[in-house]
């Protein structure tokens, strides 16, 4: 790789202002100076910028916790993105969600520039779980249970696979709910067969990793290497 895209990369800067740097000297390639913007970095260079070692990070993962109004989507002509709350942070790469919330949802949206780790979390074949925290506008019915459990046949005809309902933490209207596929405002059809409209919605997890509830909403930070490899695993 070009020593300018390495460093702009590892550094998070722009490749004009790295240029510079370059060019004052302040960049080193295994303890030697190198002024070479074009100059390819050896496999396994220690780089430093300033003296400060340097890492190029291939793909980030970052945990989100989306508010209420905010969409699911890279970019978007009317409404802030959950990009654009992450954004600035990594100003050199191309992140996207690594699937989707309804805009009035909220909780744990994956953002992430790694597009085949997000294609397995979306893979119909990986059945990757996702939980949910319900709030409706009705009790849960042992019917509800019955049929999530069964596979709910919405009011289009299509069938769903089984999905997992439980009792919530917040009374007689809140549920828990497992999916593990992605059909469009899923949780709100499912219900409206049984005539439950939801109130609340919330992702708390996605495979088998919790959604921090340090961060709170729009908070967010970067997973590591075992946060990563708990979502395919779980």
Known sequence: M??????????????????RAIQKG???VN????RSADAQVPAGAAVTLNGQPLALQRYVYIMLDKPKGV??????KNDVTVVDLVGRAYPRRSLFPAGRLDKTSTGFVLVTDDGAFAHDILAPRRHVPKTYEVLLDTPLTPEMAAGFAAGVRLAD???????????????????????????YHQIKRMFGVYGAGVNELRRTAIGGLALDAALGPGGFRELSPAEVA????G
């Open 2 to 19: 070009r020593l300018d895209k390495y460093v702009a990369g590892a550094a998070q800067q722009s490749r004009s202002d790295v240029r």
């Open 26 to 28: 302040l960049v080193c």
């Open 31 to 34: 303890g030697a100076v190198c």
């Open 71 to 76: 969409v699911s989507a890279a970019t978007d």
């Open 157 to 183: 005809g299509q069938r769903l696979q089984p999905a997992e309902l439980s009792p919530g933490p917040d009374g007689p209207c809140s549920a828990r709910v497992v999916l593990r596929q992605g059909v």
């Open 230 to 233: 708990r979502i395919l695993g």
